[in-house]
């Protein structure tokens, strides 16, 4: 049988797999649980006070920022090959 958690362990676990920015596979490496016990504990406490509203908004613009910051440099590398390919055109 596996080792039982302290449900304030949990809910920690809970914090950091919503607000880290880590994927959830990291996240339960890390804390050394099963994928499935941290979506099962993430379910269980989603909806409750365990990640503050303030942190969730933060959460999510770190998200959103760290898209957004991946796409900038996607095209970052595009506009670096098209200005190699173009300065090597003869005219």
Partial sequence: MGLKRT???RQDAVRIALTSGLTRKQVA???GVGMSTLNKWITTHRDT???SKEDMSLAQENDRLRRENRILKEER???KKATVFFASQKP
């Fill in 7 to 9: 449900y304030e362990f």
């Fill in 29 to 31: 490496d890390d804390l």
């Fill in 49 to 51: 006070d365990v990640v």
């Fill in 77 to 79: 590398e595009i506009l």
